[in-house]
C-alpha cells in the first residue's frame, strides 16, 4: 500500500512540474538568467468596454484607424505600436503565452517618442497581468522621447492564459511601442533584435 503512494506522490510531482512549494501549481522556477516571452505582438485585440481595466476613463467611441495600433518592426525588433493620432484612447488584450510566477520579474521594455499636444495634458501608459499592476507611467505633455526599461518583481502567480492588458490615452499626435513584456529570473535586459 505505501508503494502505492509513493508512486502517487511521483506521478502527481511530474505533472505539477515539480514546483517550489511558495509557487502556483502550474509554475515552473526559471534559472538564473533565464527569460520566457509572456505575448505575442500579433495577437493583441481591442479591449471590450467589460473587460477594459481603465473603463472609467474610456470614451463611448473607441474607434480607431487600423493603423493606429498594429504590430510593427521597430528598427529589427517585433513590437505593438500606438498612434494616437487619430486614437487618443486604447486598451488591448491577450493571453499570456507562459506562466508568470511570483518571485520572478515581469520585464517590460517600451519606447515613445517625443510627446506632444496641448499645454498641460498628460499621457498615461500602462501594462496589467491579470489584477496585478506591473507598469504605470504618467507623463506630462510635451516632454521628450523615453525608453523604458524596468524589471518588476512578480507579487503573484498568473498561469498561462490570464489576461495582460497595455493601455495608453493621451490627447496629441504621439506613438508608443512596446517592445518586449517579458518574465525573467534575474536581470532582465533587452534582448537583441
Request: hydrophobic share 35%; with cysteine; proline share 7%.
Amino acid at each position: 500500500m505505501r508503494t502505492r503512494f509513493v508512486w502517487i506522490g511521483i506521478v502527481m510531482s511530474a505533472l505539477t512540474g515539480g514546483c517550489a512549494e511558495d509557487q502556483g501549481a502550474t509554475c515552473e522556477p526559471l534559472a538564473e538568467g533565464e527569460r520566457k516571452v509572456l505575448v505575442d505582438h500579433a495577437l493583441w485585440r481591442l479591449a471590450t468596454p467589460e473587460e477594459d481595466p481603465w473603463r472609467a476613463f474610456r470614451p463611448d467611441d473607441v474607434t480607431c484607424p487600423q493603423n493606429a495600433r498594429q504590430p510593427e518592426d521597430f528598427a529589427g525588433t517585433p513590437s505593438f505600436g500606438i498612434d494616437t493620432t487619430n486614437c487618443g484612447y486604447t486598451t488591448v488584450v491577450q493571453e499570456t503565452l507562459v506562466d508568470a510566477c511570483r518571485g520572478d520579474n515581469a520585464f517590460v521594455w517600451m519606447w515613445r517618442y517625443a510627446l506632444t499636444g496641448p499645454e498641460g495634458a498628460e499621457a498615461h501608459i500602462a501594462i496589467t497581468i491579470g489584477d496585478e499592476p506591473l507598469f504605470e507611467d504618467v507623463v506630462p505633455i510635451p516632454t521628450s522621447s523615453d525608453l523604458k526599461v524596468k524589471g518588476y518583481a512578480l507579487a503573484e502567480d498568473h498561469p498561462a492564459g490570464t489576461k495582460v492588458f497595455f493601455h495608453v490615452r493621451n490627447h496629441g499626435s504621439n506613438t508608443y511601442q512596446l517592445l518586449e513584456l517579458a518574465r525573467c529570473k534575474g536581470e532582465c535586459v533587452p534582448t537583441a533584435p
